[in-house]
């Protein structure tokens, strides 16, 4: 918020007191689950946008503190520390994904035409008996 507020006061003449407004509306705002265009409608308001690329820059600014900053309806985490936790859950692809090494599974070969018994391993490759899989 700080690096946003001092964006802004680079641009624009503000008070200490105009950037705790704006702080505490943004926060609000952030909480209230305002989409970020609506945090970029209410700068609007008060302030006019001399070039597009300003626009863009203010835009980076606003993600950079809606992703930083406590949200009561993440239950006060940042949406930035819920995607860290979800980062370490993530598995990366393996090379070749739907090759199976051969002689790893308990698939019954097809080919063979052989009728699966109630107590062998079931066809589709989950691991248990036919009777508890596919033989329900």
């Known amino acids: 918020m700080v690096k946003f507020l001092r964006f802004l006061a680079e641009s624009f003449e503000m008070t200490a007191e105009d950037k705790d407004e704006i702080a ?52 006060g985490y940042k949406p930035t520390e819920l995607r860290k936790e979800k980062e370490k859950h993530l598995k990366s692809m393996p090379v070749h994904p739907f090759s199976q090494p051969q002689g790893a599974s308990n698939v019954i070969d097809f080919s063979t035409r052989q009728k699966v018994g109630r107590n062998d391993p079931c066809p589709c490759g989950s691991g248990k008996k036919y009777k508890k899989c596919c033989g329900k």
Do not use: C
Not at 31 to 52: A, R
């Open 24 to 75: 505490e509306a943004l926060i609000y705002m952030i909480n209230s689950n305002d989409p970020p265009s609506k945090l970029i409608e209410y700068l609007q308001s008060g302030f006019e946008f001399p070039t597009f690329e300003f626009v863009q820059q203010l835009t980076a600014h606003i993600m950079e503190v809606y992703n930083n900053t406590r949200q009561w309806a993440l239950k």
